[in-house]
């Protein structure tokens, strides 16, 4: 039962970059998903989740970053438009119980290794 996440790397400021996270052992589908990241110095903080009903974007991202599943593949994706350099952060994915509607650190209980996403010029 895993999560690998990938895709990450260095991109200019105004850059987009596609995230990756793909599930083995375990589908996808029946979990509420999400991604986090850990900026330098920072905690780490929830970007976007997606829950039964809804979806939360944290306000740094909204209108830039969406997430989305593809199921027949098992994986979901996290697309990133508009990137600044404070976006630079260590990304993971994550899964939790359908029931989980927050998108906070202690309500995911399933993790990938992280990927490294730095915008600069």
């Known amino acids: 039962v895993q999560l690998q996440a990938s895709g990450g790397g260095l991109v200019q400021p105004g850059g987009s970059l596609r995230l990756s996270c793909a599930a083995s052992?375990?589908?996808?589908?029946?979990?509420?998903i999400g991604w986090f990241r850990r900026a330098p110095g920072k905690e780490r903080e929830g970007v976007i989740c997606?829950?039964?009903?809804?979806?939360y974007y944290a306000d740094s991202v909204k209108g830039r970053f969406t997430i989305s599943r593809d199921s027949p593949k098992n994986t979901m994706h996290l697309q990133m438009n508009s990137l600044e350099p404070e976006d630079t952060a260590v990304y993971y994915c994550?899964?939790?119980?359908?029931?989980?509607?927050?998108?906070?650190?202690?309500?995911?209980?399933?993790w990938g290794q992280g990927t490294q996403v730095t915008v600069s010029s």
């Open positions: 052992g375990f589908t996808l589908d029946y979990y509420a």
């Open positions: 994550a899964a939790g119980s359908y029931l989980v509607d927050q998108c906070t650190e202690a309500a995911y209980s399933k």
């Open positions: 997606i829950f039964t009903s809804s979806t």
